[in-house]
């Protein structure tokens, strides 16, 4: 399988995800004395994050998924493993979250600016940066955005 990097909170949630049929998971893990515990809370299959990362806010987490089948933007509750919403993509995308906005930037080099929220997504801005396959995701740095795809890496200020 192919896994997203795992999504860890100070409540004691563990969430990841994979391709390829193998869906989320949010586990809770469980500190007494010197052991821990881990109890699996559940499994979603409809989110299938391939190569790209996850982000959570509050109760929600956010990540791009698909697989070989429909790429889709979703949104989990991390409580119960219900689907809030999902919104069919272009390509699959990395996120970075900074400001109460995310910036999504799609294996195609297309990067958006984009209000997340339980309830849907609204795009603010949309640029294509580059060609080729992106699969890194964006890092931010201040106001300087960091965006790569095989052959170059870009620095973008941002106003």
Not at 117 to 139: I, N, Y
């Amino acid at each position: 399988y192919i896994s997203s990097t795992p999504v860890w909170h100070e409540d004691g949630r563990l969430f990841f995800s994979a391709a390829y049929g193998a869906g989320s998971r949010c586990l809770e893990l469980t500190c007494q004395d010197d052991r821990t515990t881990v109890q699996e809370l559940w499994h979603q299959p409809r989110m299938r994050v391939h190569h790209s990362n996850v982000i959570r806010v509050g109760d929600v987490v956010y990540g791009s998924s698909g697989d070989f089948s429909a790429l889709l933007l979703t949104a989990l509750d991390i409580k119960t493993g219900k689907v809030l919403w999902q919104e069919r993509q272009k390509g699959r995308a990395s996120a970075v979250y900074a400001d109460g906005k995310f910036i999504l930037l799609r294996e195609d080099g297309t990067c958006l600016l984009a209000r997340l929220t339980p309830k849907g997504m609204t795009v603010q801005a949309e640029a294509k940066l580059f060609d080729g396959r992106g699969w890194t995701a964006p890092t931010l740095d201040g106001k300087r955005l960091y965006v790569r795809n095989r052959k170059e890496i870009m620095a973008w200020q941002l106003p």
